[in-house]
C-alpha cells in the first residue's frame, strides 16, 4: 500500500482524536506537559494497536465485531459528552478545576472510543493482506501530533473566559456528534 494513502487514513483517523483533544483542552484551560504527554502517549498507543488487533483477528470475528463496533464507539463518545455538558453547568470551579480529563478511567474511555474505527481499519488491511506494521507506527505518531496541536488550540479557547462555558458544551457536543456519524456511516439511520 502506498505510503501517501496510509498516512491519508492516519490523518482520517486521527480527526476523532483531534477533536477529543481540542475538547479536553477546553476543560483543562491550563495544559501541563505531563496531561498532554498521557493525553497523547494513550491516544497514540491506542490508535497504534487497535489496527495491530484488527489485522491479527482478521476474519475469524469480523463479523460479530462489525455489528456491535459503532455502537460502542457511540455510546462511550457519547457517556463521554454528556459528562462534559453536565461539567459545564457546574458552577463550583473548584470541583471542576480536580477533574482531570488526562487521567484515569475517562482518558481509557476516550481513547478506546477514539480508536475503535482503527481496528476495522485493521480488518481491512487484513483482508488486502497489506502488513501492518509501519501503518500502525504511522497512525499512533500522527495521532499523537494531532492529540498535542488539539490539545493547544482547545487551551486556547479555555483560555477565552466568556467563550469556555460554551467551547466545553460544544466540545460534548461534539464528542456525541462524533458518536453519532460513526452510527450514520455504519447503516444504523
Known sequence: MPLLTVLFIAVALAM??????VSTGVVLK???VRQAFRMAWHFGL???VMP???WITGLTVRSFIEKYDH???FMLLSFVGLHMIRE???????IRAQKDPTRGRVLILLSLATS???LTVGFSFSLLKVSIWIPALIIGVVSI???IIGLKVGKGLGELSFVSKYAEIAGGGVLILIGVKTLYEHGAF
Open 16 to 21: 476523532d482524536v483531534f477533536a477529543v483533544s
Open 30 to 32: 491550563q495544559v501541563g
Open 46 to 48: 491506542f490508535q497504534a
Open 52 to 54: 495491530i488487533l484488527g
Open 71 to 73: 455502537w460502542a464507539a
Open 88 to 94: 459545564a453547568f457546574t458552577e463550583d470551579n473548584e
Open 116 to 118: 475503535i474505527d482503527a
Open 145 to 147: 501530533l494531532f492529540s
